[in-house]
């Protein structure tokens, strides 16, 4: 993984804001967010509907420009769709017309990656989320879980030093929305990836992260941010069910009164 | 089996058809400058291939019909995307296409006829012209309704325009493309015969109009229609194939 200074692939949003226009008017989706997700950390964000959560995830990615403000990856800003980024979305969005290594080598290839080259590695990477053997297989033919997996795969083959997802298995049928949860810490474990995750699931959240940020509802600021003291590795069996539900309980608060500060 | 079950199908389609063809000639006793027989056409059309009265008007109207629909449907693809992407190429463009596409290209024929004499270029032109529309309106359609995450997926890999457009923008857009390249080349049939009627020296429509006049060799007339029905079956075929080959494997 992008290895050298310890900060290298550290976030630093300072008073970032975006607002967009709905039908000529302004609304502000995300106002005045400051944090720092640190090198190697998962870091979720969890708030209401119409929070911003999405576009706070884009701006990071460099999909979207904040009106003011500053992100740093690093200590490079972002500007523009970031090549340090990888970002899972909330549908696979895999090319039909392809078969699972073709979108897997999709960023290699717009990168000009010799065809053997960007093949060798995008199997190295269907391996890790375990969907070895399917190369040749067509979208349609995998199911929902399989089809993320390939997402995470595609989001990764680059190596990205920063892993964005946003609600990345919330289509997905709660066990294997569990299980994608853990496959994606044991990824997370090896490549050592700064993690930042959109999520509307409390349990979810809590489970991953470092650190929990809430968000309030129109105009999306940050008004919590919850430590989760939960030992790694972890998994599900042998969790300390009281901080588990502790940290939970401090985010749900969180959630409501944030959504009831809201006009 | 797979095979018997389709084809099975179309031979007997065919065959009721030809049978009802002889029933209506047997029945009403028409003569063979009226109706034709299908084995007197079938025969007659054996014939003009054999000896070479065929050949050299088919190889013309089939070369009218590929260079009509190579230059109308890539002219189409260029322009459709264009109307699909830019609001303000769509305001100046869509008025003329759409007053383009209401002059019946009948009524045109002559006048390019005029302009570009009896050879190639007149029936090249009409060909595409009748090409253009409905392979661009697909096109334009085909783009518009390219899934926005994909444009999204595309943006976060920092793909250049030329790799948007090539590698996910043309590639969704596929089906709809040919289905309208499949409508455009067998209108591209009708305009190169229309074209050969409206001023011409060779090819198929030339060769009916000398059929049912100097020559009055009615069964050749219908081994002519016959011919360019071929044609027209053989191209969509064609596209269909090559429709199967790209898109097929989506579901």
Known sequence: MAGGSSTLNAIHVREVTRSFLIDRQPLVAVEGASFDVPQGSIVAIVGPNGSGKSTLLRLIGGLLQPDSGEIRIGD???EGADPRVGIVFQEPRLLPWRDVIGNVALPLELADVPRKRREERARDQLGLVGLSGFDGA????????????????????REPGVLLLDEPFSALDALTRE???LELLRLWERTGTTIVLVTHDIAEAVFLADRVLVLSSRPGRVVADVPVELPRPRDRSGMDAAAFSSAAAAVREHLETGAEAAP | MRAFRTTAPIVVAAAVFLAFWKLVVMVGDYPPFILPAPEVVGARFVRAWTDGVMTPHAVTTLSEILLGFAAGASLALLIGYLLARSRLAERLLSPYLVAAQATPILALAPLIALWFGSGLAGKVLICAL?????VAVS???GIRSVDRGLLELGQSLRATRWQVVTKLEVPAALPQILGGMRVGVTLAVVGAIVGEWAGGDQGLGVLINLARGSLFDIPLMFATLLTIALIGVTLYLAVLIVE???????A
């Open chain 2, 139 to 141: 096109t334009m359609v």
């Open chain 2, 244 to 250: 199967r080959r790209l898109v097929g494997a989506r």
């Open chain 1, 138 to 157: 067509r979208p349609h033919q995998l199911s929902g879980g399989m089809r993320q997996r390939a997402a995470v795969a595609r989001a990764l083959v």
């Open chain 2, 130 to 134: 009748i090409v253009f529309f409905p």
């Open chain 1, 179 to 181: 299980r994608l949860d």
């Open chain 1, 76 to 78: 490079r800003p972002v």
